[in-house]
T-cell receptor, first 110, second 112 residues
Framework: EDQVTQSPEALRLQEGESSSLNCSYT??????LFWYRQDPGKGPEFLFT???AGEEKEKERLKATLTKKESFLHITAPKPEDSATYLCAVQSGGSYIPTFGRGTSLIVHP | DSGVTQTPKHLITATGQRVTLRCSPR?????VYWYQQSLDQGLQFLIQYYNGEERAKGNILERFSAQQFPDLHSELNLSSLELGDSALYFCASSGGTGGELFFGEGSRLTVL
């Protein structure tokens, strides 16, 4: 059974204070690892797909990286508008259905 | 805007009742997924349809059922509702079997 664990559960940062969110996973043959952003009362919004260890993707202040056991979402010089819950999901070779972690709730204070 | 439309946005009903949630996927997407999100469980996969056929089932209760129609819209039927069914129900669509899902804004169900 695919498992995804995200840490920390919640993170408070000051504007401009860079940090990283962690996503540890256990799957049988990784097909893809996905990061989503979810704003309160909204549906998750797709951010990145990573397919293999060593791969990196960037979008504005966000950078996602992947190893064989975990992924990191690095947030550089965050702004208050980056406040959201960030979800990680994995898709394994045994199932095409993405399994989601519980997310990290990020609050960036001005 | 993801292109996925869900109705209704909010629904309040009583225990024992039945409700239907509706989803229209992005134009061209053949796959529809239903997820339930509650505070203590996170996003839980319920069921997936591809071009009208059921493809995968998750932890969907027997009281719940779904279908995808020829025009590709999908409905999730929840019956004999219990207090614990209160949650956000999300529909997502994708073009195939990829993990890049496009979510609607959800239907918030409150069972009193």
């Amino acid at each position: 059974e695919d498992q995804v664990t995200q840490s920390p559960e919640a993170l408070r940062l000051q504007e401009g204070e860079s940090s990283s969110l962690n996503c540890s996973y256990t799957v049988s043959g990784l097909r893809g690892l996905f990061w989503y952003r979810q704003d309160p009362g909204k549906g998750p919004e797709f951010l990145f797909t990573l397919y293999s260890a060593g791969e990196e993707k960037e979008k504005e202040r966000l950078k996602a990286t992947l190893t064989k056991k975990e992924s990191f979402l690095h947030i550089t010089a965050p702004k208050p508008e980056d406040s959201a819950t960030y979800l990680c999901a994995v898709q394994s070779g045994g199932s095409y259905i993405p399994t989601f972690g519980r997310g990290t709730s990020l609050i960036v204070h001005p | 805007d993801s292109g996925v439309t869900q109705t209704p946005k909010h629904l309040i009903t009583a225990t024992g009742q039945r409700v239907t949630l509706r989803c229209s996927p992005r134009s061209g997407d053949l796959s529809v997924y239903w997820y339930q999100q509650s505070l203590d469980q996170g996003l839980q996969f319920l069921i997936q349809y591809y071009n009208g056929e059921e493809r995968a089932k998750g932890n969907i209760l027997e009281r719940f059922s779904a279908q995808q129609f020829p025009d590709l819209h999908s409905e999730l039927n929840l019956s004999s509702l219990e207090l614990g069914d209160s949650a956000l129900y999300f529909c997502a669509s994708s073009g195939g079997t990829g993990g890049e899902l496009f979510f609607g804004e959800g239907s918030r169900l409150t069972v009193l």
